[in-house]
């Protein structure tokens, strides 16, 4: 009987071993080797960690700014824009960095359930005061770039005081002592600095960068009160915290080990979704109302109409996948291409809005009609 066992037991080895010999064999019957998978797995991780579309909530705010400075001014200061754009990029790169850092420390990274394999921290073998110094780095130097974009054209104490408030909130949400999205406070923060503290500053910086109308000579004079500048900031702040929003719908799991109130951890799946649903039709609501009511040129709400089947394709697959929160980890990404198409087509209706016929009849072209309401 203990000969046969033995005999059984080598069988079984030998067939383990001839098993696990052939899952490294292609059809061809060459072999492969084992080490390719998780190569090509790693470099997917980086490129999940880099997170270049987010990028864009750098660039949408100055872009709607700039086409706001355009409709009134007919104009944009260029290397201005340039610096604005390399600040605005570093000080996202510490935003993703730095959130990397503090969530690894607090063990959102290391848990076992919806965990962020993508993280920096994880990626470069746990070493989260490299990333800190890496983040820091991008923060200096962004944070150089934007002051120095906005003191070079004497654009006034009020853009420093602003862009400063904006990046002090992006550490309110998620640095200590404070870590507020942990009380599920970083939406209200996102629309608050992306919204009217980033489109505002940068609308103020970029108008003083004009130098004032090229057409007819007259001075810089922006304000927030400009007509259409804070509604397309409401919009821009509403949109990229959707980005955020979505973010959260794969993560319940890992949230709530975490401690971490996000709003899928207080609404659960199924809510957090149709809060979604509930929050884009809002949007585009808005967006007419503030059109009608003269506080968003009018071709700018068009412009926001015809991104909304972009963002009907959000809502569209996370309602269809909420019975399976992994997959809803690509509705940020579809959360990402709509607010790219909704600013490009808020910026091209703001350009165009002066240059219909209600406008021209009026002589109200861009240059030409310095603090005129449109």
């Known amino acids: 009987g203990a000969r046969a066992g033995s005999t059984a037991a080598a069988a079984a080895e030998v067939n383990l071993n001839s098993a696990a010999a052939a899952t490294n064999e292609d059809k061809s019957g060459m072999q492969q080797p084992p080490q390719q998978a998780p190569e090509a797995s790693k470099r997917m991780l980086w490129w999940r960690a880099i997170k270049l579309p987010m990028y864009s909530v750098a660039m949408v705010p100055l872009t709607v700014a700039g086409a706001l400075t355009h409709h009134w001014y007919g104009c944009i200061n260029m290397p201005q824009f340039g610096l604005f754009t390399l600040g605005a990029c570093l000080v996202i790169a510490w935003l993703n960095l730095s ?207 015809i991104a909304a089947p972009l963002a009907a394709a959000v809502e569209r697959f996370a309602s269809k996948n909420a019975h399976d929160p992994p997959s809803l980890f690509k509705t940020k990404y579809l959360a990402v291409r709509w607010h790219v198409a909704h600013a490009l087509m808020l910026c091209l209706g703001i350009i165009a809005d002066p240059w219909m016929p209600w406008h021209l009849a009026a002589l109200r072209v861009p240059g030409f009609a310095i603090g005129v309401v449109y």
């Open 99 to 305: 959130n990397d850092a503090w969530d690894a420390e607090t063990g959102v990274d290391a848990n076992g359930a919806g965990g962020k394999p993508e993280s920096v921290v994880r990626l470069l073998g746990g070493d989260a005061r490299k990333v800190h110094a890496m983040a820091w780095a991008c923060l200096l130097a962004g944070a150089a770039s934007l002051l120095r974009a906005a003191a070079l054209y004497t654009a006034g104490p009020a853009v420093g005081v602003m862009l400063a408030a904006a990046v002090a909130l992006g550490h309110a949400y998620q640095g200590p002592p404070f870590r507020l999205s942990y009380k599920g406070l970083g939406e209200p923060i996102c629309f608050a600095a992306f919204g009217p503290l980033a489109v505002g500053a940068f609308y103020l910086a970029l108008g003083a960068g004009t130098g004032g109308s090229p057409w007819l000579g007259t001075a810089a004079s922006p304000t927030l009160m400009d007509a259409g500048v804070m509604g397309a900031a409401v919009l821009v702040g509403l949109s990229t915290t959707a980005i955020l929003f979505t973010s959260h719908l794969h993560q319940e799991e890992g949230d709530k080990a975490a401690g971490k109130l996000s709003p899928v951890v207080r609404l659960g799946v199924p809510g957090a979704v149709k809060a979604l649903r509930t929050g884009l039709l809002a949007h585009h609501a808005l967006a007419l109302a503030m059109a009608a009511g003269g506080a968003l040129p009018v071709m700018g709400a068009v412009g926001v109409a």
